[in-house]
Each structure stands twice: as C-alpha cells, then as structure tokens.
C-alpha cells in the first residue's frame, strides 16, 4: 500500500504536468504497479486489431464490413480503415454521424432493417448512404419515400435464419421468413440499384456449418423468387476465444462460406460480404479492475453490469481473467463471482472466474477480452461508469490470429455445438 501511495502522488504530478497521457505502458501489470487504480482502466491494444483486421482483409473471400455496435471505439475505427477496412455496418444515425465524420472516405451500409423515414432521410441526403437492409414493404416503401425514388440504392433484404449454432440468438427480431420472401424480394428489385440478401447467425456463431446451413437458405429464397441477386452478405456472428468456448479457426468458416456461396445461383459478378463486430474487436481491449472487498468467494469490483461487464453479468459470459501484482504467480484454483458497484442486485458477474486462492481488497484484476460488447456496454448508472484508458503492447489473454487458433485443424471441433 505504501508503494501505492507513493505512485499516486506521482500520478497526481504527472496529471498536473499534463504528461500522463502521452505514457503508456507494457501490460496491466507495469500499469498497476505505476498508477494504483482507483477507478476501471481500459486497457487498448491496436496491435491485435489490427492483426484482426488484416486477416478479415486478407483472408475473408469477399468484402469485410466492421458492425460498429460492437465497439465504437474512434481510435478503433481509424485504425481499422487504415487497414483496409473500408465499409462499416452502422445501425442508428449517432452510429452513421460518428463513421461519417470520424471516417469521411469510408463506405457506410445501414444494416438495421427498422429505421424512421427522418432517419433515412438523413442518412441519404447528408451522409452519403446508399446501402440499406430491410424485411418488410413497409421499409420499403419508407425508403423509397425518404430518397425521393432515388435509382443509386443498394438495397439488403434480410432473411430469418436459424441461430442454433450461435451462443447469442439474433433469430427471432429482425428478417422476412424464406417463405415469405418472394413478393418483398421482386419489388425491391425493381427499386433497387443493386440487390443483396442478408442474414446474421447470431453472435459467436461456433461452428461453419451456421453459415452454411443460413446460406442454403438463400438459395431458395432466390429460386423460389427468380431474382438476379448482386450481393450476399453473411452477417457477422465470426466467433473469437474465451474460456470454453475455443471455436474453430476463422479460416474453416472463411472456406466453408467461399464453397457454399460459389454454388449458389447467382452470376459470375455477384460478391460477397461479411458484418464482423466480435472478431474484429474483441482482442482490442481488456479491463482492469480494483477489489474493493472479499466476502467469501464473491469479490466486490469496481466494474459490473451497468459498465464493461454487461456480458458477463446478463448472459452469464465467462470472460478470462489474471490477478495482477505480487499473489499473481500463485496457481487460479479457486472460483469465484463478482459484484459489481452499483447498489443493484443484478449487478451480479456470477462466473466462475479462476483465480488463486488468497485474491483480498485492494488487490487489482484484468478481465480479457473486453473489446467487443465490452466497452460499448457502459452507462452512468448509479454515478459509476467512469473510466480511465491507455495502450499497452503486450499480447491479448488469448487470441484467434495466433498459433494454433489459427489453424485449428481439429475437423471435430467444426461440427460439435458449443457448451454442450
Ligand atoms: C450485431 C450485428 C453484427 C455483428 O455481429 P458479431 O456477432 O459481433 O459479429 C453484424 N451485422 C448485424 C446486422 C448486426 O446486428
């Protein structure tokens, strides 16, 4: 605690020389050690994205849009158009004003199939948007009223598919059921520039065969209506890696999506996109967070449902987590949950999460993983949701572009459902 100290009067002169925001640091533990946290810090690393946009970039048979709900980030979103990603799903108008005036080059899709006409209008008329989805006449209709008729309209008719290889259903909301489709498809044809059919799995999809199985599905809605179909874009739900959920490597899903859709009946030009969210951001940030008591195996954080840890706490996501500081080589045999700040019950991370046995106030903690659905998640609910962030260097907790993971050639592990 005396070093603690110590480091904060040093903080507090840094602070008062302005030079603290120029320092970053190697990992969580030269952090800690130098600040002593007394709120959450979000720790960034714009090396793993970047690492995870080239691959898409590279690897991916077709165009990468980012899903910008998944992590919103500015300085995310530069680095990863310096990458090449050049096209962004969005999903609100705040989403389509921030791409557009923190990307003005970039290409911007209007993915969620639900919008209001001033909405649309909006996006048309001041940002530049041409590419819309939707699943119903009515959002036709609202699109074609909202762009005065306009011809240059790439239009995305999303179809309902199955979310059962996905630990996140995204099935029930939004998409025209296949056997409802025809009529939608045939008119926004005819109003469409170009015409693309899209879908999301769910998210952290664990197995190829959700892509493939989704994609026959397409093929029926374009036989079924005899359309010419220019675009098909499968969504995101690219998985990455937390603690028992290793799922295949990306390039098993890369080739099982390149096959399926090479076979399906559309011409020669037709492409091929995808919507990553997950993939592309959750190596960029982890946590870390402060104990503030120990009762029992529950551990009183300084972070919770209302902040980074949403997942974790509502769906009960199991994130990796490393106790940072001197107990921190000590082997993680015990389980244990957390409670988050806020006054609320709910506020309830339930775990496990593994860490060594003698975890005690004022100890510090780094939750991995936290780059997608993480940081977006954070409210002020209850004056907490304050949060301090730098970059480090070191490598993310676990990482779906290196080693193994990235070619995971266990053809069992394709095939099986998660968690089961
Ligand atoms: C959320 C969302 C995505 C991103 O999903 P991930 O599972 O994070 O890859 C892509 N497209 C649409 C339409 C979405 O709603």
Redesign the pocket.
């Known amino acids: 605690m005396a070093a603690c100290e110590s480091a904060r009067q040093l903080n507090r002169s840094l602070n008062l020389r302005g030079s603290l925001e120029l320092h970053n640091f190697y990992d969580s533990q030269e952090l800690t050690k130098a600040l002593c946290p007394d709120i959450p810090v979000l720790l960034n690393r714009p090396h793993a994205a970047r690492r995870a946009a080239r691959y898409f970039v590279e690897q991916f048979p077709g165009k990468s ?1 980012y ?1 910008v ?2 992590n919103p980030s500015p300085a995310l979103l530069k680095l990863l158009f310096r990458e090449g990603v050049t096209h962004y ?1 969005v ?1 609100s108008i705040d989403e389509v004003r921030l791409v557009h005036s923190t990307l003005p080059d970039a290409v911007l899709c209007f ?2 199939p639900i919008k209001s006409e001033a909405v649309i209008r909006e996006a048309y008329h001041d940002h530049g948007v041409r590419v819309f ?1 939707l699943d119903s006449i009515e959002e036709l209709e609202k699109i074609e009223r909202a762009t005065g008729g306009a011809e240059d309209l790439t239009l995305c008719v ?1 179809i309902k598919v199955a979310s059962e290889f ?1 630990q ?1 259903s ?1 099935a029930s909301k ?1 998409g025209v059921e296949v056997d409802q489709s025809v009529e939608l498809l045939q008119r926004a044809r005819q109003v469409a520039d170009e015409l693309g059919i ?1 879908f ?1 799995v ?4 664990m197995t190829p065969l959700a892509y493939v199985h989704a994609l026959e599905r397409v093929r029926t809605a374009i036989v079924e209506a005899s359309i010419t179909v220019d675009i098909v874009n499968v ?4 998985p990455s890696i937390y603690p028992d959920m290793a799922p295949p490597s990306l390039n098993h899903y890369f080739s099982a999506i390149d096959r399926t859709f090479e076979d399906l009946p559309i011409s020669y030009s037709a492409e091929l996109w995808c ?7 959750a190596e960029y940030n982890s946590l870390i967070v402060k104990v503030e008591q120990r009762r029992g195996n529950e551990l009183y954080i300084n972070d919770g449902a209302y902040g980074t840890l949403f997942d974790a706490a509502h769906i009960g996501w199991r994130f990796p987590v490393q106790l940072l500081g001197d107990g921190s080589d000590h082997a993680a045999s015990t389980e244990y949950s957390f409670y988050g700040p806020t006054c609320d019950d709910m506020d309830h991370m339930a775990g496990p999460f593994m860490l060594p046995a003698d975890v005690k106030a004022g100890d510090y903690i780094e939750i991995g993983m936290l780059g ?2 993480g940081s977006a998640m954070r409210t002020k609910f209850n004056g907490y949701g304050s949060i301090d962030d730098y970059d480090v260097t070191d490598e993310p907790m676990a990482s779906v572009y290196v080693g193994d993971n990235l070619d995971r050639t266990d053809r069992e592990n394709v095939v099986s459902f998660p968690g089961a």
């Open positions: 849009l899903a709900k998944a799903d999903a993915m969620h989805s999303r996905a996140i995204l939004f899209c999301h769910g998210s952290q999809a969504g995101g739900g690219f919507e990553p969210g997950r993939a592309l951001s997608a659905y």
